[in-house]
């Protein structure tokens, strides 16, 4: 096979899945029996007694509740055959009789391909930057921010034109439709086949890779208009998950610190780098993903976690903690007062202080004992916390320095070293655990897959089980309304997926998703529907929706309005009389729109056919 490529697309991938019978697939490696629409067996990657292994067919997936192994059919020879990715889909295409466009490496066509599509997004990069200088909504947000146009064009900044052609006008002399749909500047609306514009009244951001090439752009939102950011589709070349936002240009500076700082979003790195913190990178509005972790490992020995200061940010943080440790990273982490981002924080406290903030970032032990109430106050939630900060520095790959770091939680907290060690986990090994019996699969259910809000969990699930249904109402639900990033991160998938497929699938969902996501991802694809199509009981099950979604949008609106506050509040002691007035309506405008959508929930509560959604 050494000497022969093959040329695998995203198309031919998607062909061989739907060639191979999965069923008849893993039915050779461990016996499945048919429960609904799933099958069920005895997990091929751990030691079972009573079945937790799931293999759904018509999604095209497997997933064990027991060991939380997960994948297609790919990832499945990939696993059991220890092969390649490309030899395993060579190995499915000759069992399922699919020929495969072979290639030497690199002949002229792909390598042509490929060049198009770098010039064409570098073209777009180009037509953005100079879009800018006419776009008065996007100076002004920038402006906002105290970006210059020069300094905003110096970060890779643009504006795509308020227009559904521009940019397609633009380049359709010079690049084939295919070039520019390939590259996802252009899409296709499934209805009407119609091709526009991807980004559209939009500040774009340019995402490079590591050598500064263009791979795609994030986008964000003017005024209100969702999704506030609008990332390029994840292709082989492009994948969020996978890249750090400005690492080329953070490169040499993490080389000369040894230390990379890692934000969440676009503006947060330019902030920190405006602020003289050149060494910082982003994952891009999701928690840490293991791709990342790895790439941040290559490049610094320490890394400052500086996600944002409230709760979802805190979140992050805590989950991006063990991702660094397990790979022999030095961490620390920065909370910034009041909430803040760093970019908030830029505009709030000015350069020097926000400097300041980063180089005072206590170490790991440090932030996890400050986060661990004192022994006076409740002791289950001293305890959790505790349990929580053990479990953080277990992972640390380094026997000396798990040491250390329990010993300076037991120095800390006054809880002797042995209690401590005594609840700390083994550190996560890579791939299926080897364990025999163990517990049920319920028990385990709650390990492999997160917890989210009870509400958003009902939300996510209906409208995965009655997709043929939901899909048109998916484009109407802002994702801002979840609170959970992991919940807000599927239903952003779902919204892609809803753009162009008609069905569920999991391999393309799991695109889509960061790994902390991809357990959840398969439980809810797992349900049972509660009807196929578009028969009564799907309407219903979504009509149900109505309820959950009014009391999040309330909560969404309602956190809007109390972070208003200090806005108010500081515009009123500096004077600001235009700011105050405007921060006030905008408050009032909040209120009344709160007060609207709680009468119709109370309408809606009142309704007999709600009842069972009220619980
Ligand atoms: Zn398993």
């Known amino acids: 096979m050494a000497d022969v490529y093959y040329d695998i697309t995203d198309d031919v991938k998607r062909d061989v899945l739907a060639a191979t019978d999965l069923v ?22 751990h030691n079972e007694k009573t079945p937790s292994f799931h293999v759904h067919p018509e999604k095209g997936f497997y997933y064990c509740f027991g060991c939380g192994a997960k994948g297609d059919a790919i990832s499945f020879v990939r696993e059991t055959e220890r092969l390649e990715f490309a030899e395993a889909v060579a190995y499915l295409a000759r069992r399922a009789g699919v020929a495969l466009p072979v290639r030497k490496s690199g002949t002229r066509v792909d390598r042509a391909k490929e060049t198009r599509t770098a010039e064409a997004l570098a073209a777009a990069a180009a037509f953005f930057r100079y879009a ?11 402006e906002k921010r105290g970006l210059s146009e020069e300094e905003a064009v110096g970060f890779g900044i643009g504006a795509a034109p308020d227009s559904w052609d521009a940019l397609k006008t633009t380049l359709s002399g010079r690049f084939a439709e295919e070039t520019l749909l390939e590259s996802g500047l252009l899409q296709k609306s499934p209805e009407t086949g119609r091709v526009y514009d991807r980004f559209r009244n939009r500040v774009t951001i340019e995402i490079h890779d590591a050598r500064g090439e263009v791979l795609g752009f994030g986008a964000r939102s003017l005024g209100d208009e969702m999704p506030k950011y609008l990332n390029s589709p994840e292709t082989s070349r492009f994948s969020k998950g996978k890249l750090l936002y400005g690492l080329d240009r953070a490169k040499e500076a993490i080389r000369k610190h040894d230390t990379a700082i890692i934000v969440e979003g676009y503006f947060d790195r330019i902030a920190l780098a405006r602020a003289g913190c050149e060494n910082t990178v982003a994952s891009m509005g999701t928690a840490l993903t293991p791709a990342q972790a790895d790439l941040l490992a290559r490049h610094a020995a320490t890394v400052i976690a500086a996600y944002d200061g409230d709760p979802a940010g805190i979140a992050a943080s805590y989950k991006a903690f063990p991702l660094l440790l397990a790979r022999g990273i030095s961490v620390k982490h920065l909370v910034l007062p009041g909430g803040h981002d760093p970019d908030s924080y830029l505009a709030a406290a000015g350069a020097e202080a926000l400097r300041a903030a980063v180089e005072g970032a206590p170490a790991l032990v440090a932030a996890l004992l400050a986060r661990i109430p004192g022994p006076g106050s409740d002791p289950s939630a001293r305890a959790a916390r505790l349990r929580e900060a053990v479990e953080i520095v277990s992972q640390a790959r380094d026997t000396v320095l798990r040491h250390e770091l329990l010993s300076a939680l037991s120095r800390g907290t006054g809880v002797p070293l042995a209690v401590l060690r005594g609840s700390a986990p083994a550190p996560e090994r890579p791939g299926p655990r080897p364990e025999a019996g163990g517990p049920s699969a319920d028990e385990r259910r709650s390990g492999t897959s997160p917890q989210l809000p009870e509400g958003e969990e009902r939300i996510l699930s209906a409208l995965m089980m009655d997709w043929v249904d939901a899909r048109p109402l998916v484009r109407r639900i802002p994702p801002e309304i979840f609170s959970h990033p992991i919940a807000k991160e599927i239903f952003t998938a779902l919204r892609a997926v809803a753009e162009t497929d008609q069905t569920l699938d999991f391999s393309e969902l799991e695109s889509h998703v960061g790994a902390d996501a991809g357990p959840l991802v398969a439980r809810l694809l797992l349900q049972e529907p509660t009807a196929s199509g578009k028969t009564e009981e799907g309407v219903r099950g979504l009509a149900r929706l109505h309820i959950p979604l009014l009391q999040l949008k309330i909560r969404h609106l309602e956190e809007k309005a109390a972070a208003l506050q200090p806005e108010i509040h500081r515009a009123e002691i500096s004077g600001d009389k235009n700011a105050h007035a405007r921060l006030s309506r905008e408050k009032h405008g909040l209120a009344v729109e709160v007060a609207r959508l709680k009468a119709e929930l109370k309408s809606e509560l009142r309704r007999p056919s709600s009842r069972d959604a009220r619980e």
């Open 24 to 45: 008849a697939l893993i039915g050779a490696a461990t016996a499945l029996k048919k429960t609904g629409r799933s099958w069920k067996g005895l997990c091929p990657f």
């Open 132 to 142: 800018l200088r006419r776009h008065a909504g996007a100076l002004a947000l920038l």
